[in-house]
């Protein structure tokens, strides 16, 4: 009898370390957008000690592809899981990931080429300054982090190239980076969005919304204040893109982490990938 009470203490002792060293993830948070005119979901991650601290915490906003929503990271990306795995074997720091929606009433992370769906105005003006101050986290550069998967991989690029100055790293996965001329972009406007612009419109539109064109314009020194992860799987559909974006940082001796491994455009490859992108951000949260 007295054996079998102290075998239950361990277990309920196990059970109760796990649980500390467990992070929490909500998934159906919300905020009101003035920008949208909206109310805009979106999940966050909060580490095992967020709770039993007083401390703030650096930040990753993970972008989800098309076709998901604010939960893709949580219920295929098995972010918690990850996470929690991570930060316990001490490869990532604890820090706080956010996951927004970027489709609702329209797909993506961008102010819309039409004026009437500011998505991007709303994720710098509104999303972020809320969740900031919503979440004890930590709101210098050095401690703000970027990622996503395909187009949540093109936001992230495009993110951080519009603004390097609120980024220290950006992990692209599988990205798509962008119409590759502004013919391809006129034509999946018009075949993909039932969108019609005229041909100023979109020539004004395309250098600031392609990766390729945004890094021709800018400086070496703008380029290498944000640290570049980019991965992309060998039989991913968007591999030239991915390719011709790291021939470009090349050109202009850009440091930069370029990765292709066996895989395609799936999420066995982007669960793959999470564990290294953590890793690599939280490398530029602490002080080298």
């Given at each position: 009898m007295k054996r079998n009470v102290i075998l239950l203490c361990f277990y309920l002792l196990g059970n109760l370390l796990s649980v500390a060293q467990s992070g929490t993830v909500y998934d159906n948070e919300s905020h009101p957008s003035k920008i949208l005119k909206t109310d805009r979901n979106f999940a966050v991650y909060l580490p095992p000690d967020y709770d039993s601290s007083k401390r703030s915490y650096p930040v990753l906003y993970l972008l989800h592809g098309a076709g998901d929503d604010h939960t893709g990271w949580v219920q295929f990306g098995e972010v918690k899981r990850i996470a929690d795995a991570a930060i316990k074997d001490g490869t990532a720091t604890p820090m706080i990931i956010i996951m927004p929606d970027g489709y609702s009433k329209r797909l993506g992370?961008?102010?819309?080429?039409?004026?009437?769906?500011?998505f991007e105005d709303y994720f710098f003006k509104e999303f972020m300054p809320y969740v900031e101050k919503t979440y004890r986290i930590k709101s210098e550069k050095r401690y703000r982090a970027i990622s996503g998967l395909s187009m949540g991989g093109g936001g992230s690029f495009i993110?951080?190239?519009h603004h390097p100055e609120l980024f220290s790293s950006s992990c692209p996965l599988s990205a798509y980076v962008g119409p590759l001329t502004v013919e391809v972009m006129q034509y999946n406007l018009q075949n993909y969005r039932d969108t019609h612009v005229s041909d100023a419109i979109a020539k004004a539109y395309f250098p600031t919304h392609n990766?390729?064109?945004?890094?021709e314009g800018m400086s070496k020194t703008q380029l290498e204040s944000v640290r570049w992860y980019i991965d992309c799987g060998d039989d991913?559909?968007?591999y030239e893109g991915n390719s011709l974006v790291h021939l470009a940082l090349r050109k202009k001796e850009v440091k930069h982490e370029f990765r292709i491994r066996d895989g395609g455009h799936t999420w066995t490859y982007w669960r793959e990938s999470l564990p290294k992108v953590l890793q690599f951000v939280s490398d530029g949260f602490h002080q080298y």
């Open positions: 992370y961008f102010n819309d080429i039409r004026g009437d769906w500011d993110y951080a190239l990766a390729h064109s945004l890094i991913d559909f968007l």
